[in-house]
Structures are given as C-alpha cells and as structure tokens.
C-alpha cells in the first residue's frame, strides 16, 4: 500500500523559511518514472502545482516560485522536503505532495496524494 | 506556461441526469509520437485530498466508476458524468502534464439542483 505523508509547522512568521517533509510508504523514489511533486492549496482556492522531484534527481519548479523553492529528496529516508524562503501571508495554505509516474513512467498526473498539511503564516 | 481554463465555474445538476464539465489548454497537450493527450480529472471533496479520476484524457483510474468519462483532444476536453449521484457533489479540476509547470484548472464545483 502506497501512503505519503505531509508534515512541518502549522504556523510561520512572514520573512522567515517554511520546510515541510513528504514521508512516504509503498514505492521507492529510485524507481525509474517515479516523482513526488508538491501541490498546494489557499484556503478556499484552487490547486497550485509547485514542483516535483523524479527518480533521477530531476526538478521542476513553477516560475513564479522558483527563486524561493528547493526540493530535495533522501531516498534511503523515504523523505521528499520542500523549502519555501521568505514567506508570506499569501503562502497560507494547505500543501499536499504526491505521487506521479508509478503506473507509468510518463504518466506524471499525480495518483495518490497526501492528506495534506495546513500552513499559516502570520507574525 | 500553458493556462488551463475550465467552464463553468459552478453547476448544479439533478440527481440522475448528465453532467458536463468543460477544461481548454492555451496549447495543445496531445504529444503526437504516441498520439496521448496529457490531461488528468481530479475530484476533490470538502476537507480531503483530490483524487484521480482519469488520466490520458479518457483513461478512468481503477476503481472510478463507469459513469465518469473524460473525453477531447489537443486543447478542448470534457469530464462527463452519466447520471448524477448524491456522492459526486466536489469540486473537480482538470490538469495538463503535458509540459512542466503542470498546471490546474480553477475549479469546477458541482452541487446537486
């Protein structure tokens, strides 16, 4: 069974630097086609795809966010992180990762997702 | 970046009859060496992740039921619902993967008439 877990803090102070960690079960992120992206949702709003990691070490990022994102994975920790700097109360959220390319290795739709973990930021 | 833009914004369909919901790329996202359109339907209900619906455009994820069906291809696809049930009532988006920033569409919310 495939399961991928959201988790960091429910609360950051605007300038400051967001890191969350996707830790997942059921796959290995060294598998060919594989990725984990991150999605994220303001409260209310609609979906925004942020970037995804493959297999490879490859990355993507959105444009409009690319200068504040890193993603790193630890496959041997089955760990994806994402790091956001200089937050913003805009940032607030609920950010979700997922899953792409495990029934296909260009299927990057994304088949299985997180709970997703809730994000304010505010001073 | 390619925009996606669904139509309408919010629908309201009586329980049992058809639901269409409309989703146009700004590009085509039919790569034509393997003649796939790189479009997915997600369903998203109150205070749960989204799910999969389909994929490929047309391709219903394992488990959906029959009564969903995607359709379309290069920049003007379609997510029918054959007849609606109490449990359909989300918000649905469609997504391009077609080229990186794989984008959503805004949302499509689907309430029962």
């Known amino acids: 069974q495939i399961t991928l877990k959201e988790s960091g803090p429910t609360l950051v102070k605007p300038t400051q630097t967001l890191t969350l960690t996707c830790t997942f079960s059921g796959f290995s992120l060294s598998t060919t086609g594989v990725g984990v992206g991150w999605i994220r949702q303001p409260p209310g709003k609609a979906l925004e795809w942020l970037g995804l990691i493959y297999w490879d070490d490859d990355k993507r990022y959105s444009p409009s966010l690319k200068s504040r994102l890193t993603i790193t994975k630890d496959t041997s920790k089955n760990q994806v992180v994402l790091t956001m700097t200089n937050v913003d109360p805009v940032d607030t959220a609920t950010y979700y990762c997922?899953?792409?390319?495990?029934?296909?290795?260009?299927?990057?739709?994304?088949?299985?997702w997180g709970h997703g973990t809730m994000v304010t930021v505010s001073s | 970046d390619i925009v996606v833009t669904q139509s309408p914004d919010s629908l309201a369909v009586s329980l049992g009859e058809r639901a269409t919901i409309n989703c146009k790329s700004s590009?085509?996202?039919?790569?034509?060496?393997?003649?796939?359109?790189?479009l997915a339907w997600y369903q998203q209900k109150p205070g749960q992740p989204p799910k999969l619906l389909i994929y490929?455009?047309?391709t219903r994820e394992s488990g959906v039921p029959d009564r969903f069906s995607g359709s379309g291809s290069g920049t003007d696809f379609t997510l029918t619902i054959s007849s609606l049930q109490a449990e359909d009532v989300a918000v649905y988006y469609c997504q391009q993967y077609y080229i990186t920033p794989y984008s959503f569409g805004q949302g499509t919310k689907l309430e029962i008439k």
């Open positions: 490929w455009a047309s």
């Open positions: 590009q085509s996202v039919l790569y034509s060496s393997n003649n796939k359109n790189y």
């Open positions: 997922a899953l792409v390319g495990i029934a296909a290795p260009d299927l990057d739709a994304f088949d299985i």
